[in-house]
C-alpha cells in the first residue's frame, strides 16, 4: 500500500513539473501561436499522468483493476486538439481582418 502512494504522488509531482515547464515555455516563447503550442501538448500529458495515477490509486484501493478515469482523458485527449485548432483558426482570422501579414498556406508558391 505504501508503495502504491509513493507511486501516485511521484506521478502527480511530475504532472505539476509538467505543466510548471509548459508554463514557463506560455511566458517565455514569443508569438501567439508558438505559446499556444507548449501548454496544449503538456496540459495533455500531464492529464495522462494524472490519470495514471488515478487509475493506480483506485486500483489499490479496490483490489481490482479500475479504469473509468479512462473514460476522461479519451474524452480530454480527443477535445483538447480540436479547441487548440478552434483557437489557432480564430487567431488567423482575427490577424486576417487586421491586415497584418501572414504565411501564405501551405501549398501555395510564393
Do not use: K, N, Y
Amino acid at each position: 500500500m505504501i508503495v502504491a502512494e509513493v507511486v501516485v504522488a511521484l506521478l502527480l509531482l511530475s504532472s505539476g513539473v509538467i505543466v510548471l515547464v509548459a508554463a514557463l515555455g506560455l511566458a517565455r516563447l514569443p508569438d501567439f501561436f508558438a505559446r499556444m503550442h507548449a501548454p496544449a501538448l503538456a496540459s495533455t500529458l500531464a492529464a495522462w499522468v494524472v490519470s495514471l495515477a488515478s487509475i493506480v490509486h483506485f486500483s489499490t484501493r479496490a483490489g481490482s483493476l479500475s479504469l473509468h478515469v479512462w473514460l476522461i482523458i479519451i474524452v480530454l485527449s480527443i477535445t483538447a486538439p480540436v479547441t487548440t485548432i478552434v483557437l489557432a483558426r480564430a487567431a488567423l482570422f482575427r490577424r486576417r481582418q487586421a491586415g497584418d501579414a501572414l504565411p501564405p498556406p501551405l501549398g501555395e508558391e510564393g
